[in-house]
């Protein structure tokens, strides 16, 4: 993810405002991937997602003038997302208020976490494999919302915990404890899968060069 | 005072952000020293955090900015200025 920067925003903001239009691109562009990945969370449809992704960069757009800056502009703008994304789960009816509200952060789980005694690191490379970013990708669809949001955007879009607590609208205390408990479950899942993705041991080095032979 | 594995499973994700105390974050590394689950468990976890943060796991689906931006360049034309 591109990082912020607050004085390129600004001069571009003005700019805008002064009437150079044709800026706002360069403006949004570093924002849109995660513009993207969290409306994917909220409505979990590509389609819907970037249409929806579209909708927010042109309300971004509409509502330039109101941006105070006593935020950081991507913080802005991905709270104008996370509305358009409820607005759409809401008017289609499928966000469970009730149930999603209580999901609140006191309710006791179980995070114990897989437990093992040893971990052998699969490396970034493994993910030429496309299993392994499939398998990912999986693990975190399956967390519940208010856990998935908080991996997306602390892990996956690197913001962080003031930031992710800004525009999920909750405290950072909510934010840490949220991302624990996700990082737990997507270890538990994820631990016994991923055997398979760690390189050969050194035994198994061996074996290779037998067959290379 | 040794702190026991359920104690450390609870600062996992904190001890990886590095958002523990000093006091904290040396209990937890003795107790790493002769814990072989621990070990596994804080390894396992901060490899599952770095694979997801790996780029390549969440790709924009193609030609997800360009219509983005041939979206915004239609309104941009029809919209009054901000």
């Known amino acids: ?213 | 005072m040794r702190i026991d594995c359920r104690h450390v499973w609870e600062h996992i994700s904190a001890y990886i952000d590095g958002e523990v105390d000093a006091t904290l974050r040396a209990e937890i590394d003795r107790h790493l020293e002769t814990c072989e689950i621990c070990s596994a468990v804080l390894d396992s976890t901060r490899n599952v955090v770095v694979l997801v943060a790996d780029e390549r796991v969440f790709e924009l689906p193609f030609g997800f900015s360009q219509r983005l931006h041939a979206r915004l360049d239609r309104e941009l034309e029809l919209a009054e200025s901000p």
């Open chain 1, 1 to 213: 993810m591109t990082a912020p920067h607050p004085e390129f925003e600004a001069d571009c903001i003005r700019r805008i405002l002064a009437g150079e239009r044709q800026l706002f691109h360069d403006l949004i562009r570093p924002c849109e991937r995660s513009i993207y990945f969290l409306l994917m969370s909220l409505l979990r449809n590509e389609t819907e997602a970037e249409d929806a992704a579209q909708e927010t960069a042109i309300k971004v757009y509409l509502n330039l003038k109101n941006f105070r800056g006593d935020s950081q502009f991507r913080t802005w703008v991905l709270s104008i997302a996370r509305n358009e994304g409820l607005g759409r789960l809401r008017k289609a009816g499928t966000r469970r208020e009730e149930s999603l509200e209580a999901e609140t952060d006191e309710q006791t789980g179980d995070y114990t976490p897989a437990i093992l005694t040893s971990w052998r690191e699969v490396p970034s490379e493994a993910l030429e494999r496309e299993e392994l970013g499939t398998l990912l990708r999986k693990s975190i669809d399956g967390l519940p919302e208010i856990y998935r949001n908080v991996v997306l955007l602390r892990d996956i879009e690197e913001m962080d915990v003031r930031e992710t607590a800004a525009v999920l609208g909750v405290s950072e205390g909510a934010v840490k404890v949220r991302l624990h408990r996700a990082r737990a479950l997507l270890q538990r899942d994820l631990a016994p899968k991923l055997e398979g993705f760690a390189p050969q041991k050194t035994a198994g080095k061996g074996l290779l060069g037998w067959f290379k032979r």
